[in-house]
């Protein structure tokens, strides 16, 4: 096992990998007693314990109670850091200046192959090494060689959480290339603002700041056309249920048997933040709001979600255990030149920042 400095009160042992290292998770706290604690595997987010309305604090972040669970490949990408791009590829295909490239296909909805967060080992299953970390933040970097799942660059990534005095907790981006390649570095948590997993996210309420939607294949690769939510069970400009149109007769519903597609954000501001989308729990009175400098708002209702291997306190998660609200470039956009560009070149800065702020009702 390879050695690591000793362990702080901020910082303990998450168990040992398969390969025999150990992860290490870090806890960040503010004076509201909200705690978030993320594991340097895959810079995940491990868990947020965040107060209701009558004050009482519940982890409403779903995941494993050790380290060994999100190594498998059974792991659904809980709470992670996922890249080097995020969301699906079409076949694993791409060409780059005139270069084609063949990605690893590791998933397949409706029988089609794709890429899929990365590939086989993606950034979600790589160790990152800590770089700062105090009560409130901590900084991690991964240096993704060039050629690692068969993508083009040596690709250097930092990626920043803080928890603010305001209930916020941010997950900021950085990246840099010495050769262009296309990069899309999502956050991948799983919310149920209840704190009980066994309670599903269907009565959640949720507002996507969002008039248009990326429609999609069977196979969940976007079309390349962008179709208006207005008259659609797609829409959710206004607070709405979940679950009140989940198994509505529409194509992309029944496609991923839910929700599993890109809304394109309003006012989405590339040098600034934007609002993207709003969760509630009325049960409880948390309030989560989502704000990006990305394009996009991937909402995934966790359709797939299943009890293969337990989650936290033996929890038995099964579609609808949890929900993601992942900000993004648009998934394909290595193949769709109309969509935003997606390849970072040398001397050039990627930036993904986005915030999560909550409150009670």
């Known amino acids: 096992m390879e050695t690591q400095t000793p362990l702080s009160p901020a910082c303990e042992s998450f168990g040992i990998l398969p390969d025999e290292t150990e992860a290490r998770c870090y806890t960040l706290r503010n004076s509201h007693g909200t705690k978030a604690v993320i594991c340097n595997f895959g810079a995940t987010l491990i868990s947020l314990e965040i107060a209701d309305r009558e004050g009482k604090l519940a982890d409403v972040v779903l995941g494993y109670d050790s380290a060994e669970p999100y190594a498998l490949d059974t792991n659904p990408s809980h709470g992670a850091t996922v890249g080097r791009f995020g969301n699906r590829i079409a076949h694993g295909k791409f060409e780059l200046d005139g270069i084609p490239y063949q990605l690893a296909t590791n998933n397949d909805p409706g029988g089609i192959p794709c890429h899929l967060h990365g590939g086989n080992i993606g950034f979600n299953r790589r160790m990152w090494t800590v770089i700062e970390h105090d009560s409130t933040s901590i900084t991690f970097e991964y240096l993704s060689p060039a050629g690692e799942e068969n993508y083009p660059g040596t690709l250097t990534t930092r990626v920043t959480y803080l928890l603010t005095e305001d209930n916020e907790l941010q997950w900021n981006v950085s990246a840099t290339t010495d050769a262009a390649t296309p990069i899309n570095i999502v956050n991948h948590t799983y919310w149920n603002l209840s704190g009980d997993p066994s309670s599903l996210i269907h009565d959640h309420l949720l507002t996507l700041a969002a008039d248009e939607y990326l429609p999609a294949t069977v196979g969940l690769i976007p079309t390349g056309e962008r179709h208006p939510v207005s008259g659609t069970p797609m829409d959710f400009t206004r607070h709405t249920r979940v679950g009140d149109r989940i198994k509505d007769d529409f194509e992309a519903l029944k496609n991923a048997n839910g929700y599993d597609a890109c809304w394109i954000i309003r006012d989405a501001r590339p040098d600034g933040m934007a609002f993207a989308g709003r969760v509630e729990d009325p049960a409880t009175g948390r309030i989560m709001e989502v704000f990006t400098n990305q394009p996009g708002v991937h909402f995934y209702s966790g359709n797939f979600l299943d009890d293969t291997v337990p989650g936290k306190g033996g929890a038995c998660y ?36 986005l915030t999560f702020r909550f409150s009670v009702k």
């Open 318 to 353: 099964q579609p609808g255990s949890g929900l993601c609200l992942e900000t993004e470039n648009f998934p394909d956009a290595p193949n769709h030149p109309d969509f935003p560009d997606c390849i970072l070149r040398p001397g050039k800065t990627y930036e993904h920042r």
